[in-house]
């Protein structure tokens, strides 16, 4: 079976591949393709995954192309973790948005909106390649922001594409340990949007265990969301909410821990890995420990603005061994060897959250067969989520028509009508400010 990786001289590429290895069950990736436009992380990357799989029996091949159309005729999966402008532009979409005093963030507010807007097109492009080209492969997307990103590919490839996050599973997760649970017996009744969702319920053995937990200061204040968000906050909610959600339930906070941190996330990211990739440009360097020592680095330090500003303290070390890559191969198994699984994923909504129509991308918990992912009915949000829900809903669509039509005009509605924008001359401000520094959105006008 052939996976194709998009975006494969990316940093995270080595998690996939880890992943693959450890799967000795029959009907299992036996070659990898990795697509990358730039030739040197291609070959940084592959150096790394030489080094992995050095002893391991039947490890998949793997080649690399800078030629895209080579990538995809005959993969079976194709998993799609481009981005486009590269951390330079998630630099630019961080600072410009700071500079308004609004959150740049990539996949969450202005940031999102910049990044989303540079992305469908490259992404849409992708997915007509793919019914072209592969018209029976599944697209597996992780590319950001992923909901936004599904749904642009998803009108040109249908229920063939699938977009994960690791947000959830490791919010359910950190739950279940706390409650002294099994997180694989467990089942997480979560939905909303990708990186705007929440926990409503966990059973167990049919019992819903929430409400303890809700009831328990002490139990709160033991994982990373009850430190973030506060005991008081989600009594109140009554859910357990998505990381993301800091950002808007704590929006002034976060924006003025982003300005005061001296660098952006991006930014950061963007110096480390460039250190990363130009030490592997000497061929004697032992590739596998500098991308260890790099991804701990990394790990370590995600969401840390946020953090302080709660007073939530350093991660654990449960939650620094990432996740998306092991989401990624349960559903390449559950589709190609029928091994029926529940996961929670960003598919079509298909009358699941009743305020949004059937195309919409939500993320919500999925039984996934050889047939694909098929959303599972879920309770109605509540009045506060329905509306956050719609309000950023309502923003994607307006980003997916300004991609579309190359309308400046649509693009400043689509800030505009942000929650965590709160001016229409501001969100001008912004898309004169994008257009400046990012030459892949001259399509506006």
Same mark, same amino acid.
């Given at each position: 079976?052939?996976?194709?990786?998009?975006?494969?001289?990316?940093?995270?590429?080595?998690? &996939?591949? $880890?992943?693959?290895?450890?799967?000795?069950?029959? /009907? +299992?990736?036996?070659?990898? !393709? %990795?697509?990358?436009?730039? =030739?040197?992380?291609?070959?940084?990357?592959?150096?790394?995954?030489?080094?992995?799989?050095?002893?391991?029996?039947?490890?998949?091949?793997?080649?690399?192309?800078?030629?895209?159309?080579?990538?995809?005729?005959?993969?079976?999966?194709?998993?799609?973790?481009?981005?486009?402008?590269?951390?330079?532009?998630?630099?630019?979409?961080?600072?410009?948005?700071?500079?308004?005093?609004?959150?740049?963030?990539?996949?969450?507010?202005?940031?999102?909106?910049?990044?989303?807007?540079?992305?469908?097109?490259?992404?849409?492009?992708?997915?007509?390649?793919?019914?072209?080209?592969?018209?029976?492969?599944?697209?597996?997307?992780?590319?950001?922001?992923?909901?936004?990103?599904?749904?642009?590919?998803?009108?040109?490839?249908?229920?063939? &594409?699938? $977009?994960?996050?690791?947000?959830?599973?490791?919010? /359910? +997760?950190?739950?279940?340990? !706390? %409650?002294?649970?099994?997180? =694989?017996?467990?089942?997480?009744?979560?939905?909303?949007?990708?990186?705007?969702?929440?926990?409503?319920?966990?059973?167990?053995?049919?019992?819903?265990?929430?409400?303890?937990?809700?009831?328990?200061?002490?139990?709160?204040?033991?994982?990373?969301?009850?430190?973030?968000?506060?005991?008081?906050?989600?009594?109140?909610?009554?859910?357990?909410?998505?990381?993301?959600?800091?950002?808007?339930?704590?929006?002034?906070?976060?924006?003025?821990?982003?300005?005061?941190?001296?660098?952006?996330?991006?930014?950061?990211?963007?110096?480390?890995?460039?250190?990363?990739?130009?030490?592997?440009?000497?061929?004697?360097?032992?590739?596998?420990?500098?991308?260890?020592?790099?991804?701990?680095?990394?790990?370590?330090?995600?969401?840390?603005?946020?953090?302080?500003?709660?007073?939530?303290?350093?991660?654990?070390?449960?939650?620094?061994?990432?996740?998306?890559?092991?989401?990624?191969?349960?559903?390449?198994?559950?589709?190609?060897?029928?091994?029926?699984?529940?996961?929670?994923?960003?598919?079509?909504?298909?009358?699941?959250?009743?305020?949004?129509?059937?195309?919409?991308?939500?993320?919500?918990?999925?039984?996934?067969?050889?047939?694909?992912?098929?959303?599972?009915?879920?309770?109605?949000?509540?009045?506060?989520?329905?509306?956050?829900?719609?309000?950023?809903?309502?923003?994607?669509?307006?980003?997916?028509?300004?991609?579309?039509?190359?309308?400046?005009?649509?693009?400043?509605?689509?800030?505009?009508?942000?929650?965590?924008?709160?001016?229409?001359?501001?969100?001008?401000?912004?898309?004169?400010?994008?257009?400046?520094?990012?030459?892949?959105?001259?399509?506006?006008?």
């Amino acid at each position: 079976m052939r996976l194709t990786i998009l975006g494969g001289g990316g940093f995270r590429v080595p998690l &996939v591949y $880890g992943a693959l290895l450890a799967d000795r069950a029959e /009907g +299992r990736v036996t070659e990898v !393709v %990795l697509h990358d436009l730039d =030739g040197g992380r291609l070959s940084a990357v592959t150096r790394v995954l030489t080094e992995q799989a050095a002893g391991a029996p039947d490890a998949p091949v793997v080649r690399a192309t800078t030629d895209l159309d080579e990538a995809l005729r005959g993969a079976d999966f194709v998993f799609s973790a481009i981005r486009v402008g590269g951390l330079e532009g998630r630099a630019d979409d961080e600072r410009v948005a700071l500079a308004e005093g609004v959150l740049g963030q990539e996949t969450v507010g202005a940031g999102g909106i910049a990044y989303g807007l540079r992305t469908v097109p490259v992404a849409v492009e992708i997915a007509r390649r793919v019914a072209r080209l592969a018209p029976d492969a599944w697209v597996i997307n992780f590319t950001n922001p992923a909901g936004l990103v599904t749904e642009a590919m998803a009108r040109h490839l249908g229920d063939r &594409v699938i $977009g994960i996050c690791d947000s959830p599973v490791g919010l /359910g +997760r950190r739950i279940a340990r !706390v %409650l002294g649970a099994d997180p =694989g017996r467990a089942w997480i009744d979560y939905a909303g949007l990708n990186h705007l969702g929440w926990v409503r319920g966990l059973r167990v053995a049919g019992r819903d265990e929430l409400p303890r937990l809700l009831a328990d200061p002490e139990l709160l204040g033991s994982f990373e969301e009850g430190r973030l968000f506060g005991a008081e906050w989600l009594r109140s909610l009554g859910a357990i909410p998505n990381e993301y959600l800091h950002y808007y339930y704590f929006n002034r906070e976060a924006v003025q821990a982003h300005q005061g941190s001296g660098k952006t996330r991006g930014a950061f990211l963007r110096d480390q890995q460039a250190r990363f990739y130009e030490e592997l440009r000497d061929p004697q360097a032992a590739a596998l420990p500098a991308w260890n020592r790099t991804r701990a680095e990394r790990e370590a330090t995600y969401m840390a603005e946020n953090r302080e500003a709660a007073g939530a303290g350093e991660r654990e070390e449960d939650d620094l061994s990432g996740g998306y890559e092991k989401v990624a191969l349960a559903l390449m198994r559950a589709i190609a060897r029928d091994e029926r699984t529940t996961l929670i994923l960003n598919v079509r909504n298909r009358g699941t959250l009743s305020v949004l129509d059937d195309d919409a991308v939500v993320e919500v918990p999925c039984l996934v067969d050889a047939n694909g992912a098929h959303p599972v009915s879920v309770d109605p949000l509540p009045g506060h989520a329905t509306g956050l829900v719609c309000a950023v809903k309502a923003v994607e669509r307006e980003v997916l028509a300004a991609a579309g039509s190359g309308s400046r005009a649509t693009a400043v509605k689509a800030f505009a009508m942000h929650p965590l924008v709160d001016s229409v001359n501001v969100a001008r401000r912004l898309v004169d400010g994008y257009l400046a520094v990012h030459p892949g959105l001259a399509y506006l006008r």
